[in-house]
């Protein structure tokens, strides 16, 4: 059976990683539409390769610049986030890829799942911002939503068939990002370049900044807690550089089921599109002998204070991981624009969330001003930054 998927952030990492598995089966899986930011020039290639029957761009005047140049009649185009919007509201899409970086994620989320559209999620901010409210909304609406998310794919593998009540714990585990061996006077003054520098996973630039500070663990951990229903205590991040350990889980027996495969974001988007089944494919595969061996280190929250910040946040709950998740957006935004340095992200995260008054169950419109003021808030903290 053809499975007809929609791509939202189809020119992004995650995006092109999923075409090329989709490229791979093109009898199990067709393009139905794909959606871009503004990166028409890639969209406009995967549009000739893949033949979707619409496609979506968020920023209006590359839209409309697509739509000057676009030879493909038949093909419609949606603009804007009300475009994107309108474009989930296609009866015939099976699932959902969602590929999108960053909060921009949240309501097309809630709209695919309002549309009864499984999802394959890839974006973890939104279930940071928004975990109870999404769960809840799937729930309700009968939806899947399987994880992309390497960890949280091996998460998901090691919980398949088993008793829920009977999980005691999660080890989420972390390669620990390209300063993992650094000291902490040395991260003082990394560059751009250095921050894109990890050593096992490739990824987009935003990814890569929070794997370089650990604050990608710690919104791994919120994303675990929503998505799992796994209290904060029963969470354990491991630093693992091999990355090749995805997640474990142990239950109540004292049985650990781990899941394992090379680094490669092939593999779990594959299996989140392909899930019940597993598919054949000529992926590289995991040589032990070559490995030898595998390291656990505890994560250092002194030289990681971003990764502290989350606990605290994923503590309190409320609205406070969305202040955490958009003072850590802002400024990852303002570090790659080098108006502020890698070592002051913490600083300004820890003081946006520290000046924050926390609502306990909020709905969406609470979360929704809490991200905006928080934004507000961390520019403001930047400003005052001296260095
Ligand atoms: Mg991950």
Same mark, same amino acid.
């Given at each position: 059976?053809?499975?007809?998927?929609?791509?939202?952030?189809?020119?992004?990492?995650?995006?092109?990683?999923?075409?090329?598995?989709?490229?791979?089966?093109?009898?199990?899986?067709?393009?139905?539409?794909?959606?871009?930011?503004?990166?028409?020039?890639?969209?406009?290639?995967?549009?000739?390769?893949?033949?979707?029957?619409?496609?979506?761009?968020?920023?209006?005047?590359?839209?409309?610049?697509? !739509?000057? /140049?676009?030879?493909?009649?038949?093909?419609?185009?949606?603009? %804007?986030? *009300?475009? =994107?919007?309108? #474009?989930?509201?296609?009866?015939?899409?099976?699932?959902?890829?969602?590929?999108?970086?960053?909060?921009?994620?949240?309501?097309?989320?809630?709209?695919?799942?309002?549309?009864?559209?499984?999802?394959?999620?890839?974006?973890?901010?939104?279930?940071?911002?928004?975990?109870?409210?999404?769960?809840?909304?799937?729930?309700?609406?009968?939806?899947?939503?399987?994880?992309?998310?390497?960890?949280?794919?091996?998460?998901?593998?090691?919980?398949?068939?088993?008793?829920?009540?009977?999980?005691?714990?999660?080890?989420?585990?972390?390669?620990?990002?390209?300063?993992?061996?650094?000291?902490?006077?040395?991260?003082?003054?990394?560059?751009?370049?250095?921050?894109?520098?990890?050593?096992?996973?490739?990824?987009? !630039?935003? /990814?890569?900044?929070?794997?370089?500070?650990?604050?990608?663990? %710690?919104? *791994?951990? =919120?994303?675990? #807690?929503?998505?799992?229903?796994?209290?904060?205590?029963?969470?354990?991040?491991?630093?693992?550089?091999?990355?090749?350990?995805?997640?474990?889980?142990?239950?109540?027996?004292?049985?650990?089921?781990?899941?394992?495969?090379?680094?490669?974001?092939?593999?779990?988007?594959?299996?989140?599109?392909?899930?019940?089944?597993?598919?054949?494919?000529?992926?590289?595969?995991?040589?032990?002998?070559?490995?030898?061996?595998?390291?656990?280190?505890?994560?250092?929250?002194?030289?990681?204070?971003?990764?502290?910040?989350?606990?605290?946040?994923?503590?309190?709950?409320?609205?406070?991981?969305?202040?955490?998740?958009?003072?850590?957006?802002?400024?990852?935004?303002?570090?790659?624009?080098?108006?502020?340095?890698?070592?002051?992200?913490?600083?300004?995260?820890?003081?946006?969330?520290?000046?924050?008054?926390?609502?306990?169950?909020?709905?969406?419109?609470?979360?929704?001003?809490?991200?905006?003021?928080?934004?507000?808030?961390?520019?403001?903290?930047?400003?005052?930054?001296?260095?």
């Amino acid at each position: 059976m053809m499975k007809r998927i929609v791509i939202l952030g189809s020119t992004g990492s995650i995006g092109r990683n999923t075409l090329k598995v989709i490229r791979a089966f093109p009898k199990r899986f067709s393009i139905l539409g794909l959606s871009t930011n503004s990166n028409i020039q890639i969209l406009y290639q995967q549009i000739k390769e893949f033949h979707p029957e619409f496609v979506g761009v968020k920023d209006i005047n590359a839209g409309l610049k697509l !739509k000057a /140049n676009m030879p493909f009649r038949k093909i419609k185009l949606f603009l %804007g986030e *009300e475009g =994107l919007i309108q #474009m989930l509201k296609d009866k015939r899409i099976d699932q959902i890829v969602l590929a999108i970086s960053g909060s921009g994620a949240l309501l097309p989320l809630l709209k695919a799942i309002e549309s009864k559209i499984d999802i394959a999620l890839a974006n973890k901010e939104a279930m940071v911002m928004a975990g109870s409210l999404i769960m809840n909304k799937a729930k309700v609406n009968n939806v899947k939503i399987i994880p992309i998310d390497s960890e949280q794919s091996g998460i998901w593998q090691c919980l398949n068939g088993e008793e829920k009540d009977k999980l005691k714990n999660i080890y989420l585990t972390a390669s620990g990002g390209p300063f993992r061996l650094m000291r902490r006077f040395q991260l003082k003054d990394v560059s751009i370049q250095d921050v894109l520098r990890h050593p096992r996973w490739k990824m987009g !630039k935003k /990814n890569s900044v929070d794997s370089a500070t650990l604050m990608n663990k %710690g919104l *791994e951990i =919120l994303e675990t #807690m929503f998505l799992f229903d796994v209290p904060l205590e029963k969470i354990k991040v491991i630093i693992h550089p091999e990355a090749v350990i995805h997640s474990m889980v142990e239950f109540v027996d004292g049985v650990i089921f781990a899941q394992l495969s090379i680094p490669d974001m092939r593999i779990p988007i594959q299996h989140a599109l392909s899930y019940p089944q597993r598919l054949v494919n000529n992926l590289k595969r995991l040589d032990f002998f070559k490995l030898k061996t595998f390291n656990f280190e505890r994560p250092d929250l002194k030289r990681f204070p971003c990764l502290a910040l989350a606990y605290r946040a994923a503590q309190q709950l409320g609205t406070m991981p969305a202040v955490l998740n958009a003072a850590n957006e802002v400024s990852v935004e303002e570090f790659l624009k080098k108006r502020l340095k890698f070592i002051c992200i913490p600083e300004v995260v820890k003081r946006v969330l520290e000046k924050h008054a926390n609502k306990d169950s909020p709905d969406l419109e609470d979360i929704l001003e809490a991200d905006n003021w928080a934004r507000m808030e961390a520019y403001r903290v930047i400003r005052r930054l001296s260095y």
